[in-house]
């Protein structure tokens, strides 16, 4: 949709609740350069959700909903688990059907965007816990690489699942003692990364929300990648805090302890040459178009 | 319980958008399906059921497909790759598994698009959970079910009981008994699985190698004319595409949550669902030449009552008793969802015995009819077969001599 | 012959039946249906008229298709609706959005199809019209006010109409919305005073109510 087209009917905006009245007035649909920045001086994508007070998830769904670049015209995907519990508030069309078949319903959708639309960049997300996209799901997360598929996938790494009260998952540490991993988990935390990037992902990053601008660069990359050359993946580490003990604001604590060296989640970006050229030359284009509005609005 | 639909809204309802005379893929030109229908001038075809469902496509303006390979749909879903190839559809490929296949099917009509696909007895049952997923998401998608056996042991012959399963799906269900019923209903399927009151996925089933793989004379259409474009914002829910309010929209979200939200939305959720079966009556009689039942000497004591090629069987078997002089009348069910219950009730009120053969070992054609008529110690389940078995004529009309009293030999197994 | 079922106002059941399911069937193009009864398109709006100017609160919920400016013909039924409620007068909340809302609505200025009876009782609303609303939304909203409250519903649908409300158009445009409205300033002048309760339509702004009853 264009953002012309996201507003209220004269005759009966006087009506509408306010959070719309502000989504229409300030939220940054339309500018490509929008960013985690704008956090605070805009209206957010994302409205009140039902998550454990302090829960990363809840950060990581503000960076990444401030960070897409076209979110008029980008459409999620999700899958069941705590993120649904954020999707219904988003003001975005998003996607839950079943458990687990997230990509399968974003090859689906993306195939049918590109065919309807053209002329438009639509973008599709897929954005899904790691229990869906890793276990039930793992089948067709691959297959929608193998098969090149052109959108982003995200995972919200908690280590465990969630939103059924904390069983181990295939991205829980080796060892872990959880619900359905009694005497601890006996194999080791899924190298979903180095899978993803053998995969036929062109862009694959793995870190966590600690830090918004990380996070807005691998979103805004991933999204470029995906356009132009195939399937991008990136997992975050949103600590369940609920399920591993912590008080809600040792959330951040716990992401930057696990992100310091030695840590599973140093930042780590994985892609060709090819790709890396790309994205250095896109940056750069999107830094010269920032520095001009600059000075034109200055 | 429905009303019967009588009279009323003879034709199909398009959506203002429709252009017919624009152009459609390739050489095709838009109809209206009113006139693609009923009037439009037909030519013989002698055609496989796959080659059928390849023609049926080629008409039917289609967005996408997916496919994935189990006999006995193979064959038509692979045509309908050579379709794409030649630009008829826009998207086509094979997915992974059918319950990937039925997500990307899903995916693809979140986002607007008109999708067919094809599957059978194993393949429908790994795909089970998405039936009522687009069922609930009111996806418009048609599934070509081309019934084979169901594992353990593993059977690739026609037998109908996973048409079982997919009854309580929300999906409308039609039993296809020829390759003319096939090719019609493929395309009148659309125009009914589309309407804004109905919006539901249509299972639309035949049987494996007794339709698949004989040939038919199938009566197409003539001139070089295809279906009007699917038209997503007539939806009764939003589409997927960022193209139409409210933009903060979840498909679908949980409503059931205690503390903000009713349960009663689940609910009332499902029932909207056979709601819209039910609202699907008026415009699936339309296509089915005005009912969702087609009888025969309703006069008779005694009636041949079921669906796909059981009624083929039964008609011939009626034709080997008339030469007796038993005279049996004749009922085949066309839809399964919606039920034709009131059709039924009528047909079969001056029944005193009602034989069911039916291609799966549950007898659940029976069982539907069984919960529907007064007086139902007049059904008589059977005779039944399954795994692959032909059901002869022959054991037919046993069965009806056996249920008049009268004595019979036995035919002997053929296994 | 079983007796009719007819669509009437509530409180019908714990969880009333879907009107389709009971047997009543849509209305055709030019067709209108008043409690399960097809109808002339043109008997409806009389009697719709007839209903709302009878209500102590008839209310206008006007939903996402008619309230967001997504095309033309949204702004045109948008103004269309305005006429129709300062016509009557009709109260106007919205049905925004279909979400399950977090943590939770404010019925005094808002309906949610989750729960809508909740905005029906606390306005105390007897008489309501549904434009703009998905369908699949509407039908739901439509059978919980069934269900649980006394309120008779009216839609006004652009595509094929709504058995699960009393009485439901199809096909409705910029110009039947402006008809019903035309209606409505007929039966006035013809002395049918509105019944309704005097009020002062609230007015929203991005800080919240600005004025009005809420
Ligand atoms: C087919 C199916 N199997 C199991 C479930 C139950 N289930 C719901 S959410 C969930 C775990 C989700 O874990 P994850 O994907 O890691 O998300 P998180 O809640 O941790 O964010 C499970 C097992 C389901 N809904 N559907
Ligand atoms: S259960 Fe864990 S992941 Fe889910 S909302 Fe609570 S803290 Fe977050
Ligand atoms: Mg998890």
Redesign the interface.
């Known amino acids: 949709?264009s953002k012309e087209?996201?507003?209220?009917?004269?005759?009966?905006a006087?009506?509408?609740?306010?959070e719309?009245?502000?989504l229409v007035?300030t939220a940054t649909f339309g500018n490509q350069d929008r960013g985690w920045k704008d956090i605070g001086s805009s209206k957010e994508l994302i409205?009140?959700?039902?998550l454990c007070a302090g829960c990363p998830e809840s950060i990581a769904f503000r960076f990444i909903m401030s960070s897409i670049p076209n979110p008029e015209d980008s459409v999620f995907v999700g899958s069941t688990g705590c993120t649904s519990l954020v999707f219904?508030?988003v003001g975005i069309h998003n996607i839950h059907s079943l458990f687990g078949n997230q990509n399968a319903i974003a090859s689906g959708l993306q195939r049918a965007l590109a065919v309807r639309f053209p002329d438009r960049v639509k973008d599709v997300y897929v954005l899904a816990g790691d229990g869906a996209t890793v276990d039930i799901g793992l089948d067709m997360t691959m297959q929608s690489w193998f098969r090149q598929e052109k959108f982003t996938t995200i995972c919200f790494d908690n280590e465990l699942y969630a939103n059924t009260g904390g069983q181990e998952s295939g991205l829980m540490q080796k060892g872990f003692v959880a619900k359905m991993a009694p005497v601890g988990k006996k194999f080791e935390k899924v190298k979903l990364p180095e899978i993803a990037f053998e995969s036929g992902c062109h862009y694959v990053a793995i870190l966590t929300v600690s830090k918004p601008n990380r996070v807005e660069q691998a979103i805004r990359r991933a999204t470029y990648v995906a356009r132009e050359f195939g399937p991008t993946y990136i997992q975050l580490y949103t600590p369940c805090i609920l399920e591993i003990g912590k008080q809600s604001m040792e959330g951040l604590d716990e992401m930057k302890d696990s992100e310091s060296i030695g840590g599973r989640f140093v930042m780590r970006e994985l892609m060709t040459d090819e790709v890396k050229a790309f994205i250095k030359e896109k940056e750069a284009e999107d830094k010269a178009r920032r520095k001009q509005a600059k000075a034109v609005t200055a | 319980?429905?009303?019967k639909?009588d009279g009323?809204?003879s034709r199909i309802?398009l959506s203002e958008k429709v252009k017919v005379g624009s152009k459609g893929p390739v050489n095709l030109t838009v109809a209206d399906p009113n006139e693609m229908f009923f009037e439009a001038k037909r030519k013989p075809a002698f055609l496989t059921g796959s080659e059928v469902i390849k023609e049926a496509i080629r008409r039917a303006n289609l967005d996408m497909s997916v496919a994935y390979p189990i006999t006995p749909q193979s064959e038509a879903a692979a045509l309908i790759g050579e379709l794409f190839s030649e630009g008829y559809l826009k998207e086509y490929f094979r997915g992974e598994s059918e319950f990937a296949v039925m997500g990307q099917c899903a995916g693809a009509a979140f986002g607007g698009a008109r999708v067919f696909t094809t599957t059978a007895g194993p393949g429908t049952l790994r795909a089970m959970e998405n039936f009522p997923m687009w069922a609930g998401s009111?996806l418009p998608i048609q599934v070509c079910v081309t019934c084979r056996g169901i594992n353990s042991p593993l059977s690739i012959q026609p037998d109908t009981l996973e048409l079982y399963y997919m009854l309580e799906t929300g999906a409308l269900v039609w039993h296809a008994e020829t390759a003319q019923d096939l090719y019609d209903w493929i395309l009148g399927g659309f125009m009914v699985a589309e309407?804004?009151?109905v919006?539901l996925p249509l299972a639309l089933a035949c049987d494996g190698f007794f339709v698949t793989h004989t040939k038919d004379n199938v009566m197409i259409q003539e001139d070089e004319i295809c279906l009007p474009e699917y038209d997503p914002y007539?939806?009764?829910?939003?589409c997927m595409d960022m193209?139409?309010?409210?933009i903060?929209?979840?498909r679908d979200?949980?409503?059931m949550?205690s503390?903000?939200?009713?349960y009663?939305?689940h609910?009332?959720?499902q029932?909207?669902v056979?709601?819209?079966i039910?609202?699907s009556?008026?415009h699936t009689k339309v296509i089915m030449g005005g009912s969702l039942i087609e009888t025969e000497n309703l006069d008779r004591e005694i009636l041949l009552v079921s669906s796909g090629t059981a009624v083929s069987q039964g008609r011939e078997a009626i034709r080997l008793l008339e030469e007796e002089g038993i005279k049996v009348g004749l009922v085949k069910i066309k839809s399964l969802r919606p039920f034709p219950f009131e059709e039924l009730r009528e047909a079969t009120a001056n029944a005193k015995t009602i034989f069911v053969p039916e291609f799966n070992v549950a007898g659940w054609l029976a069982r539907e009819i069984k919960a529907c008529i007064p007086d139902n110690q007049r059904v008589i389940a059977g005779p039944h077969v399954a795994g692959g078995m032909t059901m002869p004529s022959e054991v037919i009309v046993m069965e009806i001599k056996k249920g008049l009293g009268m004595k019979v030999e036995a035919l002997s197994g053929r296994g | 012959m079983?007796e009719q079922y007819q669509v009437l106002p509530g409180p019908e059941a714990f969880?009333p039946?879907?009107?389709?399911?009971q047997?009543?069937?849509?209305p055709?193009?030019g067709q209108a249906h008043i409690e399960g009864r097809l109808v002339d398109e043109e008997e409806a709006y009389e009697y719709a008229a007839r209903k709302l100017l009878g209500g102590k609160v008839p209310t206008i919920f006007?939903g996402?298709?008619?309230?967001?400016?997504?095309?033309e013909k949204?702004?045109k039924?948008?103004?269309a609706?305005?006429r129709l409620a300062n016509a009557l007068p009709a109260r106007?909340?919205?049905m925004?959005?279909?979400?399950?809302?977090?943590?939770?609505i404010d019925p005094a200025?808002?309906i949610n199809?989750?729960?809508p009876?909740l905005t029906i009782w606390h306005n105390k609303i007897d008489v309501c019209i549904f434009v703009g609303v998905?369908?699949?939304?509407a039908?739901?909203a439509l059978?919980?006010i069934r269900?649980g409250t006394d309120c008779y519903t009216i839609a006004m649908c652009a595509?094929?109409?709504h058995?699960?409300a009393c009485l439901s158009f199809r096909d409705i445009s910029p110009e039947t919305i402006d008809k019903l409205a035309a209606t409505v300033e007929r039966l006035k002048k013809e002395g049918v005073e509105s019944q309704a309760i005097p009020f002062e339509?609230?007015?929203?702004?991005?800080?919240?109510v600005v004025k009005g009853d809420v």
């Open positions: 949709m087209k996201i507003a209220l009917c004269e005759d009966l006087d009506v509408m609740p306010p719309y009245q502000e007035a409205e009140q959700h039902s219904p508030q | 319980m429905n009303k639909v009323q809204n309802l009111r309407q804004p009151d919006h007539r939806s009764p829910v939003p193209e139409v309010p409210p903060r929209m979840m979200p949980f409503v949550k503390n903000y939200i009713s009663m939305t609910a009332s959720w029932q909207e056979r709601a819209a039910d609202r009556r008026k | 079983e969880l039946p879907a009107a389709a399911s047997g009543i069937v849509l055709d193009p006007p996402p298709l008619v309230l967001w400016k997504w095309n949204a702004a039924k948008a103004s609706i305005r106007l909340i919205p925004a959005d279909y979400r399950p809302k977090y943590p939770k200025v808002e199809p989750n729960h009876n998905h369908c699949h939304q039908n739901l059978k919980i269900g595509q094929a109409g058995e699960d339509q609230f007015v929203m702004s991005r800080e919240g």
